[in-house]
């Protein structure tokens, strides 16, 4: 069954909320509900605060294969907008070398997009259209440092 026009747009709404609401326990409900309220009257957040906010983190051991690191946050897009992805290596050195694909969305299909082999930074822009989603990148350790490890903002 493919959904168009505003079915579509109602089952991303559900969705959305369904992942929101998996995600709240009793601690973080009360907490979520402090914070809403404090924060009426706030300034809103500058696009720069907004992309510093998304970010992840992990470490890419040796022979384990692809490492998924997931942002902190989901990204809600719109028709023509392209997630921008930009990380690097915190611990590079000699010997350090690793494969980085990020997540991005073709239409409604799940895409993976390479930015290459790099032993220090990467950054790139993928399609990320119409979508509410986390964020993602998967690494492959390629060189020969035991345990790189990197950092993403998105």
Sequence with gaps: MRLTGKSRRAAIMISALVIAAGGLTEGTASSARAASSASVGAPAKSAATAREACHGEGSVPLGAGWIHIRANTAVAGHPGYRQHYKGFVANAGK??????????????????????????????????????????????????????FVRYNC
Excluded at 124 to 146: C, D, M, Q
């Design 95 to 148: 010997a350090t070398s690793i494969a980085v694909q990020v997540k991005g969305w073709e239409g409604s299909e799940l895409k993976w997009y390479g930015l290459g082999a790099t032993d220090n930074k990467f950054e790139g822009h993928v399609p990320w259209g119409y979508s509410l989603a986390t964020p993602e990148i998967r690494v492959l350790n390629t060189g020969f440092k035991v345990d790189p």
